[in-house]
């Protein structure tokens, strides 16, 4: 189980939101190269960069998430309103290790068929985010008549591999992660990733007692709840 420590940018800051709400957004900190390079001092093998301006159609940072990408130490994830093959490419050709195919662009079968063929399922993932079990688009603030479930089933069928999933309601609001929902994502053969909620190290052990593939962390990090380390050795136990 891998740990995904999460460096989330908003006009080129490190923030936080409270579910997906741009107007709730805590900044932590101004320089997310040295957040994300003292993450992999503490020994995290992943970050998880979202460009949050991308996500809620506000501009966007690619010039920061250039430098992050020649400058980060790890691998890292990037996510964040990724919904064209052109976007994704540009991530995957400036060094991300695994880009994170937005959930608009997960509802167009044919483009999700498309960055498959061209990429393979070992540098995609597909973000599924859901309110209430619906899947929720546009920096979460509309919801489409499908749910989660039945999107993860259509893009295992298409050769996806990997799902970041995300309880809307539960993001930066340190309510515990979405481990049901998670695990009947997971039970079609999907590796997951959970996000949105972890608060505690047991919230990370409730994660890995289910046999998930990871779990994003962010706003516990940042306040001091616990430590990479700790929870490296959390999901080690």
């Not at 891998?2 to 709730?24: F, K, N, S, T």
Request: with cysteine; charged share 20%; aromatic share 6%.
């Amino acid at each position: 189980m891998e740990l995904y420590p999460a460096v989330d940018i908003q006009g080129g800051q490190v923030v936080r939101l409270r579910q997906g709400d741009a107007r709730q957004a805590t900044a932590y900190a101004p320089d997310p190269i040295a957040v994300a390079q003292t993450f992999v001092r503490d020994g995290a093998q992943w970050v998880h960069f979202v460009d949050l301006d991308r996500a809620l159609g506000r501009g966007d940072n690619r010039a920061l998430a250039r430098r992050f990408l020649a400058a980060a130490p790890a691998r890292v994830q990037v996510g964040g309103g990724l919904r064209s093959a052109d976007a994704i490419e540009e991530m995957l050709g400036w060094g991300a290790a695994r880009v994170v195919i937005g959930t608009k662009a997960a509802t167009d079968p044919a483009l999700v068929d498309a960055l498959l063929a061209r990429h393979g399922a070992d540098r995609l993932a597909v973000g599924i985010d859901a309110r209430d079990g619906r899947v929720a688009v546009r920096g979460w603030t509309e919801t489409f008549d499908l749910t989660a479930l039945q999107l993860a089933t259509r893009v295992r069928a298409q050769g996806a591999q990997t799902v970041i999933y995300t309880d809307v309601a539960r993001d930066g609001m340190l309510a515990g992660p979405d481990v049901a929902g998670a695990r009947a994502i997971a039970a079609l053969g999907l590796d997951v990733v959970a996000s949105g909620g972890v608060s505690s190290l047991d919230d990370l052990t409730a994660v890995r007692v289910a046999g998930l593939a990871g779990a994003i962390v962010g706003r516990a990090l940042y306040e001091g709840r616990f430590t990479v380390r700790e929870a490296l050795a959390c999901l080690a136990a």
